[in-house]
């Protein structure tokens, strides 16, 4: 099992920063990527950013390209999402993930289908 633990939400105006951070606790064999999502009324759970635990390879959305940096610790426990130039569509519940994606199903990293543990997600606002 995979314990995910979100922090660090909050509300900004448009411009802001903001930082999320994940912590992992439990078995680590049954990740290999963790990474961010996000969820607003209305719509489905999108991917924001992800990273590989071994050789921290990431993959962002278009959306967030450029302003958004995912990263993680050498201990791969901790992951984190910088957030810059935050604007008010990037408002929404955050979540944290974790998976253990085969070949296959890494072609859609950022797919919420292919993770198996969840965070209890945390709520960015951005204000115009």
């Known amino acids: 099992q995979v314990q995910l633990s979100e922090s660090g939400g909050g509300s900004v105006p448009a411009g802001g920063s903001l930082t999320l951070t994940c912590a992992a606790s439990g078995s680590l064999s049954r990740r290999n990527f963790m990474g961010w999502f996000r969820q607003t009324p209305g719509k489905e759970r999108e991917g924001v950013a992800v990273i590989h635990k071994s050789d921290d390879r990431t993959t962002y959305a278009d959306s967030v390209q450029g302003r958004f940096t995912i990263s993680q610790t050498y201990t791969k426990t901790t992951v984190y999402l910088q957030m810059n130039s935050l604007k008010p569509e990037d408002t929404g519940v955050y979540y944290c993930?974790?998976?253990?994606?085969?070949?296959?199903?890494?072609?859609?990293?950022?797919?919420?289908?292919?993770?198996?543990?969840w965070g209890q997600g945390i709520q960015v606002t951005v204000s115009s």
């Open positions: 993930a974790a998976g253990l994606l085969s070949w296959r199903q890494e072609q859609q990293n950022l797919s919420p289908l292919e993770y198996t543990y």
